[in-house]
């Protein structure tokens, strides 16, 4: 309702505009210049509207400068333009949010399966994986300690050993074990 009126009070502004252009045209024609600008028949009526329009007079209320105020960004805000862009606007930001959204809900998505994958990698990986390895190390060496020393065994019927390679072969495994640390690693 409050538009209509606005859009009301511009086409009579509008009108007056015309028929004081239209009656100018014919005061030119008819008449001199000065004849024109002394009738202040015409000239009051542009004041007044001007003033009716604007209204900044010192005399003014507060309540007048805020219904002007309200009229023009109702106005401006009521043009086709405007509304073109709000809407371009929205629906660019509505799409943004929706991206930004997803992008949230993927990046959540990811973290879960990554900690998931974490939780299973610490569970049967990296346990499993590292005490077998340090079980089958500690064979190893036990191996090659018997292997290179020979086993002590002692029954209740007496010591009873067996010799290591290191004794059974003191030169052969002098020239292997120099050749070995003596090996260029790449």
Do not use: W
Request: proline share 1%.
């Amino acid at each position: 309702m409050n538009s209509q009126d606005e859009n009301s009070e511009l086409e009579q502004d509008r009108t007056q505009c015309s028929d004081q252009s239209e009656s100018s045209e014919v005061d030119t024609n008819s008449g001199s210049e000065d004849d024109f600008i002394s009738s202040g028949d015409e000239l009051t009526t542009v004041i007044s509207s001007d003033e009716q329009r604007h209204n900044f007079g010192f005399a003014s209320s507060l309540s007048e400068h805020t219904e002007y105020f309200t009229k023009t960004l109702a106005y401006a805000l009521d043009s086709v333009q405007m509304d073109k862009s709000l809407v371009t606007q929205a629906q660019i930001s509505g799409k943004i949010n929706n991206k930004n959204q997803k992008l949230i809900e993927k990046k959540e998505e990811l973290r879960m399966k990554l900690q998931h994958l974490k939780m299973l990698h610490d569970k049967h990986i990296t346990s499993n994986r590292l005490g077998q390895l340090e079980r089958d190390i500690r064979m190893f060496s036990t191996r090659l300690e018997i292997l290179k020393n020979g086993v002590q065994k002692t029954s209740l019927l007496g010591k009873k050993s067996t010799q290591g390679v290191a004794q059974k072969y003191p030169v052969e495994y002098n020239q292997a074990r120099d050749k070995i640390l003596e090996r260029e690693y790449d």
